[in-house]
């Protein structure tokens, strides 16, 4: 679990315009192809975003996400994961 957490947050960082940690680290990110072996509904893509949608709701307070991007960033979130969906 603290590896996934580490390889999403050098994602991210890099989707937020920081520092390209995770190619730094892993290489190219090819999200869609690293995540084949996985079947992704839209059920699944649901419940994945809703997770991430209840850390956001205090994102300001607890991770100094400022909350003029909070909108964009989750509009981020919602087309990423509508990509992801690799499972009918």
């Given at each position: 679990?603290?590896?996934a957490s580490q390889k999403s947050a050098a994602f991210f960082v890099g989707v937020l315009g920081g520092p390209p940690?995770?190619?730094?680290?892993?290489?190219?990110?090819?999200m869609r192809r690293r995540h084949m072996n996985f079947p992704i509904d839209e059920h699944a893509r649901k419940v994945w975003l809703d997770?991430?949608?209840k850390v956001l709701e205090n994102a300001a307070e607890a991770y100094e996400f400022p909350a003029e991007h909070l909108d964009g960033f989750?509009?981020?979130l919602e087309n990423f994961s509508a990509w992801m969906v690799n499972k009918e």
């Open positions: 679990m603290k590896m940690l995770y190619q730094e680290l892993y290489g190219p990110p090819m997770c991430f949608k989750i509009e981020f």
